[in-house]
Structures are given as C-alpha cells and as structure tokens.
C-alpha cells in the first residue's frame, strides 16, 4: 500500500465523502485504513460494576483504501502517489500533481 500511518487524506465516497483526517491504522491485508473523525460507529459497553451505568464508546472503523486519497502537501488538494528513485538507490513517495516529495 502506498498510503501510511500519519498521511492526511481526503474521503472520496460515501458517507463522509469529502472529510480529511489522519491515517491512525493501516491493514494491509485487509485493504483497510481507519482515519481520524470518519466513519465513526457507537459502541454500547456494559457496565463494569454493579450500580455503575454503562457507556457508549464512539470509534473510528475500517474503510477501503481505495475511498480515500492523499492530500497533496504543497496544494492541499487530493493526488495520486508514485515512487521515485533516488541516487543513493532509496525509494521516495512522489505526489504526481505537484511532483514533490511526500
């Protein structure tokens, strides 16, 4: 996955369509990413002692990778990612709009 933990991106479909967040987790197995303030769903929990009332948790879930994209750093618009090989022989994450360094 060319998408990592802590990249700003922005929502491309559905319900949160258009929101940007941080990238708080990566499953690349899955596919996946969870984002910061996207997607939230409430969780009940139950109390833990006797007399205490219980609480609802709201948390980020899962969504594909494919509904979100990098935020460009330099325009702070969404763009594609490609990879660039340097002199030293290191990889580097390239924003194709702008041509810089992510």
């Known amino acids: ?7 700003t991106v922005k929502v491309l479909s559905g319900k949160d369509r258009g ?8 499953h690349p197995g899955l596919d996946k ?3 910061e303030n996207v997607n939230l769903h409430t969780r009940f929990e ?20 494919s509904k979100v994209q990098l935020v460009d750093p330099s325009s702070g618009k969404p763009t594609r990612l ?3 090989v340097l002199e ?3 990889k580097q994450r390239v924003a194709r709009k702008s ?3 992510v």
């Not at 996955?1 to 990249?7: A, R």
């Not at 929101?19 to 990566?26: E, F, Q, S, W």
């Not at 109390?47 to 879930?61: E, F, I, L, Y």
């Open 19 to 26: 929101k940007t967040g941080k990238i708080l987790a990566v």
């Open 99 to 101: 041509g810089q360094a």
């Open 82 to 84: 490609g990879y660039k």
């Open 1 to 7: 996955m060319k998408i990592k933990k802590g990249d």
């Open 33 to 35: 990413v969870v984002v």
């Open 88 to 90: 030293n022989g290191n």
């Open 46 to 65: 139950r109390s833990r002692k006797a007399g205490q009332p219980g609480s609802r948790v709201t948390m980020p879930s899962p969504l594909h990778a």
